[in-house]
């Protein structure tokens, strides 16, 4: 497959994904009606909606804002996770490599623990795991700049190595202090898709957007660090600066990412290779099949989620890893290419 | 304006330490236009550490000034516009083609948020025809041997259009022929492109072969300069070196047993 046809091959990925998701459903709603309905919310068209008010609500309410969620998150792990492979120059980081989930956890085991029993922790997650999630990746960095030299992406991704298992023991003993709290945190970090309207998007939207503009206008600069710190340092780029602009970036919209939907393993690590695999390892091509391939990806899982069990809903983190693994080893298998 | 052209590379008191140690130790010397100058040298003596110094990757004391311009002026860019680095051992990603790392060249000419110009896509082709890769130009960098991969670092740095090159042990992953095939290709390019060549090397017959003048450097000092023929004695390396060694006729370095 030619290069050029790689981004229009993506957009139809994500399309069809997005429209499988607002579709299948318990209730039954066919493409032609959808498309009417979204053609009446459109000015000048003068279309009538065929649905009756129920259904519309179904769609609009409910399925399509979790699709768009499910679009976000998958888009933003992608995303980081193919940024802090470029920046670390490790095929294994991961986005939670500095650690963002562990502070994430944190976060949300002391707001579950210690805020009184009662409070909408729909509401009180989000910003607790956001927070829990900067402050790690900050003293991460802390610990990993006072110490860093030439190998200072070595340096910072041993120190979030270091800050996640402090902050997973805290939040281990504050969970054995706090048995109750458990259940509530437990289903958190298996990762959901919150089905709670279009609030969450609105919440993470921002952030998304943010984090993504600026990965995303790094992507040549990106190229130029696949040769290494010193190298780079010696055709002109502050290797440094760069670092830290795209560790915030994809942290910034990491964490929001993590706050809304807990944590969701494996596609900030799967998308990038497969990607990588198959185009090539250029991060101009790589970073924006990632954002339309993970976005796809992570819709389509959250259907599998949500209909395999139904009307019980499986962890999305599950799905992932289930059907991810074997998905990657394949093309792992019957690729040529190999890791840059 | 002085009558006299300011030398490409000129050192003046250039001192670098590390981690609390001196490194490299107060030295002075000057690279005209041109030129090629070898620094030799026992490991530990430096060598790479000036090289990296002059490359701006490691802070210095003293001067350093590039066609009379003060090197802690220039900035990371003007820097890379005006000195190209062949590393020892170049970091090739393996599924990077080899014409999108020659264009890596270009980076010094493309602004942060930028992309690459017409001219610099003309700079990196020119350059990859320099260097006889227009048929592996489509090729992935791991699938290259030692001396394609030599060409196509080669071609990466020439596409910087700096005027200083920089080569740290350009050839020391190379079997014979493709060395003097690598130096033949680099001297080709000096006298073409009017590049100043600086290198480092450890072979002391071919450091002399190519090199109009030679520096060796031990103990982070230059304790001889001048060209091949005096600097090259045995004497000299057996000293520094702790070798025994015959200097034949032609320069060649020759070690001895016993």
């Known amino acids: 497959m030619s290069s050029r046809l790689w981004l229009p091959g993506a957009a139809v990925f994500l399309v069809a994904a997005l429209l499988t998701g607002a579709l299948i459903g318990p209730v039954h709603i066919g493409l032609g009606e959808a498309l009417e309905s979204l053609g009446a919310k459109l000015p000048l068209l003068h279309v009538h909606s065929p649905l009756s008010p129920v259904d519309e609500s179904i769609l609009w309410d409910i399925r399509v804002p979790r699709v768009v969620l499910g679009a976000l998150v998958g888009a933003m792990l992608a995303l980081a996770g193919a940024s802090y492979q470029g920046v670390f120059r490790n095929p294994l980081a991961d986005p939670y490599l500095l650690g963002v989930a562990a502070g994430a956890g944190l976060g949300a085991t002391i707001a579950v623990a210690y805020l009184p029993h009662g409070t909408d922790y729909q509401k009180i997650l989000p910003p607790a795991a956001f927070v829990g999630a900067a402050v790690a990746v900050v003293v991460a960095y802390a610990i990993g700049r006072t110490t860093g030299g030439s190998s200072a992406g070595a340096t910072l991704v041993l120190a979030g190595v270091t800050v996640a298992s402090f902050f997973t023991a805290i939040q281990t003993f504050i969970q054995q202090q706090h048995s109750d709290t458990f259940q509530e945190v437990y289903s958190w970090i298996l990762g959901r898709l919150p089905s709670s309207g279009w609030s969450d998007v609105t919440l993470l939207l921002p952030y998304v957007c943010v984090a993504a503009a600026g990965i995303l206008l790094h992507r040549r600069l990106l190229d130029v660090l696949s040769v290494g710190d010193e190298e780079a340092a010696s055709l002109g780029v502050h290797v440094g600066r760069v670092r830290l602009v795209i560790v915030v970036c994809a942290t910034v919209g990491t964490a929001g990412a993590v706050a809304v939907s807990g944590l969701i393993g494996f596609v900030g690590i799967i998308v990038p290779h ?16 990632s954002v339309m391939v993970g976005a796809g990806f992570l819709v389509l899982t959250d259907v599998i989620a949500r209909t395999a069990l139904s009307p019980a809903e499986l962890p999305i ?24 | 304006m002085s009558a006299e052209p300011a030398p490409a590379l000129a050192l003046d008191r250039a001192s670098v330490a590390l981690g609390g140690r001196t490194i490299v130790d107060g030295v002075s010397f000057a690279v005209g236009a041109g030129e090629w100058v070898t620094l030799i040298g026992p490991n530990g003596a430096g060598k790479t550490t000036l090289m990296r110094a002059i490359a701006g990757l490691v802070p210095h004391e003293g001067r350093i000034e590039l066609h009379g311009e003060e090197h802690r002026r220039l900035g990371r860019r003007g820097l890379a516009r005006r000195v190209a680095v062949v590393p020892q051992s170049p970091v090739l ?13 270009r980076t010094p000419y493309v602004s942060y948020f930028g992309r690459e110009s017409r001219r610099d896509v003309a700079a990196a082709a020119e350059a990859i025809a320099r260097l006889d890769l227009d048929g592996l130009a489509d090729r992935q960098l791991g699938t290259l041997s030692g001396g394609e991969r030599q060409r196509a670092v080669l071609a990466r740095a ?20 493709r060395q003097q095939e690598a130096l033949e290709l680099i001297d080709a390019l000096r006298l073409d492109a009017g590049l100043t060549v600086f290198g480092a090397m450890h072979d002391l017959t071919l450091a002399g072969q190519y090199a109009s003048r030679l520096l060796l450097l031990s103990g982070g000092r230059i304790v001889a300069q001048g060209p091949p023929a005096e600097v090259l004695t045995e ?19 020759i070690p001895v047993r016993g």
């Open chain 1, 317 to 340: 983190g599950v799905v992932t890893a289930f059907f991810g693994a074997p998905f990657f080893a394949i093309v792992l298998r019957t690729s040529r290419r190999m890791f840059a």
């Open chain 2, 235 to 253: 004497p000299l390396i057996a000293e520094h070196y702790g070798a025994r060694v015959r200097v034949v006729e032609g320069g060649a370095v």
């Open chain 2, 93 to 105: 990603p393996a599924g990077m083609a080899v014409s999108d790392y020659v264009l890596l060249g």
């Open chain 2, 158 to 177: 020439i596409a910087q259009e700096a005027p200083l090159l920089l080569l740290d042990e350009p050839t020391s992953a190379l079997d014979a022929g």
């Open chain 1, 274 to 289: 497969a990607i990588r695999l198959v185009a090539g390892p250029s991060y101009r091509l790589l970073l924006p099949l």
